[in-house]
């Protein structure tokens, strides 16, 4: 949060696209095929790169609070004859904006069209790292040596006083190789043996990790992503010492989730990003997953979009 003065404090946005369509900047007022200039305060602030392509801060209003500008008509019909023709009407469909329309890849669309397009693009692009994501997946798939490593945690409530949420208490950590046969499945006790909440079955974590580690030393193990972050975090609250989990050759520690972002290939609209997919949450899902990718039928290209009957 920004603050004008002590006393109204106004939001900060880090980007044009995540603003809400009321707020707009004194030269976008200007902008207007109908100018206008702003008619209350400051209501937000962004700090992003403006049109020069240099970054500041601006100063937002709400379009919904603005006056017209002191132009008369006579002046707003002359100011249109000086625009080069054509510049208020979009390329692709033929709106009128109130904008200005936007240069892209030499053409002047407006901004729904100009969303399209880079979406298109983003897509476009999208659909060549999912063949590169295919490829990766069956790679990994064809590895004897492979041990696919989930791990789920079990934690107790918040920290009713604070809100905070607590360190897990246990952890249920499986271990499967390619064919889906089980490698490791052992539950691990995270805090001393008087602290509530650990299943019944969870064992001292010492040994287990011992054995855990020898099971997985000549291994490519593939995680979903950075999920032994909580459990290392956990052996050294409670000072277990301990051998490496995963192999020291780091080319031998693989994730999957950047993978199967790139194979789903599937674009936000609104950001134009890739959607961050769910984790599958257990190993033998995490090893379905990744049979579904290696032998997904490849995309050779983009269709373009029909109209509906």
């Not at 040596?145 to 905070?164: E, F, I, N, Q, S």
């Not at 539950?187 to 079955?201: K, Q």
Request: aromatic letters at 2%; charged letters at 20%; proline letters at 10%.
């Amino acid at each position: 949060m920004t603050t004008l003065d002590s006393t109204k404090p106004v939001p900060s946005y880090t980007g044009w696209g995540d603003l809400p369509a009321h707020l707009v900047t004194k030269t976008q007022l200007a902008d207007l095929d109908l100018p206008r200039r702003p008619g209350g305060p400051v209501r937000a602030r962004i700090t992003a790169k403006g049109p020069s392509g240099r970054r500041g801060t601006f100063d937002l209003y709400d379009i919904r609070e603005s006056v017209p500008s002191s132009a008369t008509t006579s002046q707003l019909a002359a100011a249109a004859a000086r625009r080069t023709p054509g510049t208020r009407v979009c390329e692709q469909c033929g709106a009128h904006p109130e904008t200005p329309c936007a240069q892209v890849d030499g053409r002047l669309l407006c901004r729904t069209c100009a969303h399209i397009h880079q979406l298109r693009r983003a897509q476009k692009q999208a659909t060549a790292q999912a063949t590169q994501a295919r490829e990766r997946a069956a790679r990994l798939l064809a590895d004897q040596r492979l041990a696919v490593l989930a791990v789920t945690y079990t934690h107790r409530p918040a920290d009713p006083a604070t809100g905070k949420a607590r360190p897990p208490v246990a952890a249920h950590i499986t271990a499967l190789d390619r064919t889906g046969a089980t490698l490791y499945d052992r539950t691990l006790r995270l805090t001393g043996p008087r602290t509530p909440g650990a299943p019944a079955d969870a064992v001292a974590p010492g040994p287990a990790i011992a054995d855990l580690g020898d099971r997985l030393a000549t291994r490519t193990v593939l995680l979903w992503d950075d999920e032994l972050t909580p459990l290392h975090d956990a052996l050294r609250r409670l000072k277990v010492q301990h051998e490496p989990i995963l192999p020291t050759d780091h080319q031998r520690v693989q994730h999957l989730n950047t993978t199967v972002t790139r194979w789903r290939a599937d674009v936000d609209p609104a950001t134009g990003h890739h959607r961050i997919p769910t984790p599958p949450g257990t190993a033998n899902r995490l090893l379905y997953l990744l049979n579904q990718v290696a032998t997904a039928e490849p995309v050779h290209h983009l269709g373009e979009l029909r109209p509906a009957p």
